[in-house]
């Protein structure tokens, strides 16, 4: 499909905030945490913006500023994995369209990929519940051996993975740090507006292409 006057060939997907609404679920989840600390809660709105950088800056993030030993955010990153990985499909659902535009694309022979920062035995359930495995053919998420985004490490190996040329990827997500994986990988930044952060951030951090909706990426004939 022509996006922008690319040819695009494959797609590669942020998950949360991108296919997947599931602000409610990590709030809560940590938000219990904090509870169990006697620490201060936050709300959703305040958690769009601590998510998208990984498990141990979003635990740093939720700490209090002046309270953030060491040992503390350990024990809580340890008790966010434990909660999280028994409640992350509670609320968690995705976004209207998306389930269309992944058909869509798949009858296109568009070859498709989720890369997120969330950790990868998590990122590859939630994929595997919401998508099921048959039309995203690689799944990727946070683990040791992989630099977090925007390090294009993740986007690099997808391309070389599937054999095509990065410059006929879309990277899709909703924040700042996808549009600079995006750029620094040489793939099209495509920012969606359902998502978790704003149309200026996405603006901002170079994305070539605004969706409204999921099915706006699919050209009109």
């Not at 979003?58 to 209090?64: I, K, M």
């Not at 499909?89 to 920062?117: C, F, H, P, W």
């Amino acid at each position: 499909m022509q996006i922008k006057g690319r040819e695009i060939k494959a797609v590669v997907f942020d998950l949360d905030g991108t296919l997947a609404d599931s602000i409610a679920d990590i709030s809560d989840a940590m938000n219990r945490v904090l509870e169990s600390k006697g620490l201060p809660v936050h709300s959703y709105r305040e958690y769009k913006y601590f998510v998208g950088k990984g498990l141990k800056n979003l635990v740093l993030a939720s700490l209090p500023e002046d309270n953030r030993p060491d040992e503390l955010i350990d024990e809580c990153h340890d008790l966010m994995m434990q909660d999280y990985g028994q409640n992350y499909l509670v609320k968690t659902s995705l976004y209207d369209g998306i389930e269309e535009l992944i058909n869509t694309m798949y009858d296109q022979g568009i070859r498709m990929a989720v890369l997120s920062n969330k950790a990868e035995a998590t990122t590859k359930k939630v994929v595997s519940e919401l998508l099921g495995n048959e039309k995203i053919e690689l799944v990727l998420g946070m683990k040791p051996s992989l630099p977090r985004k925007p390090d294009p490490a993740g986007a690099v190996f997808i391309s070389e993975k599937f054999g095509i040329p990065h410059e006929q990827f879309a990277y899709i997500g909703d924040t700042n740090t996808d549009m600079q994986t995006a750029l620094n990988a040489g793939m099209l930044p495509v920012g969606v507006l359902w998502g978790f952060r704003s149309q200026q951030e996405l603006i901002e951090s170079g994305a070539q292409v605004l969706l409204k909706h999921p099915m706006e990426l699919i050209p009109k004939r």
